[in-house]
């Protein structure tokens, strides 16, 4: 196993121990954007709020990249990001190659 493939595993591994099952990349794009709004929701998330939390999740993730920068939280708490540089247009496989990448940062593997 490469580098990656092994970072990868062990980063679905520990996701995995924690949650009981392995959630796919948008529930862990799920789980990062509530670990960011840092509050769970008096009832569920309406569909709008996932897209929004999944979203935060990205701008998260991609901050050290230098394509977000954190701006601040509103009233109800929600971080807002600002974009400093477009993300490149990248296949389907590219991007989620990046994703993970980021992901594996993000949990510290």
């Known amino acids: 196993m490469d ?8 980063t679905e591994q520990m996701l995995k121990e924690r949650f009981e099952k392995l959630p796919d990349l ?11 709004y840092g ?9 709008e709020q996932k897209q929004d939390l999944m979203h935060i999740a990205v701008c998260t993730l991609l901050m050290p990249y230098g394509y977000y920068e954190f701006i ?6 929600w971080p807002h990001f600002k974009e ?11 991007q989620e190659q990046l994703l993970k ?3 594996i940062e993000y949990f510290g593997e």
């Open 26 to 36: 948008e529930g862990i794009l799920f789980l990062i954007g509530v670990n960011e």
């Open 101 to 103: 990448e980021c992901i």
């Open 72 to 77: 601040g939280r509103d009233e109800e708490n």
């Open 84 to 94: 400093i540089e477009a993300v490149p247009v990248l296949g389907n496989a590219n």
């Open 39 to 47: 509050q769970l929701p008096r009832k569920k998330f309406s569909k």
């Open 3 to 10: 580098d990656f493939a092994q970072r990868w595993h062990n």
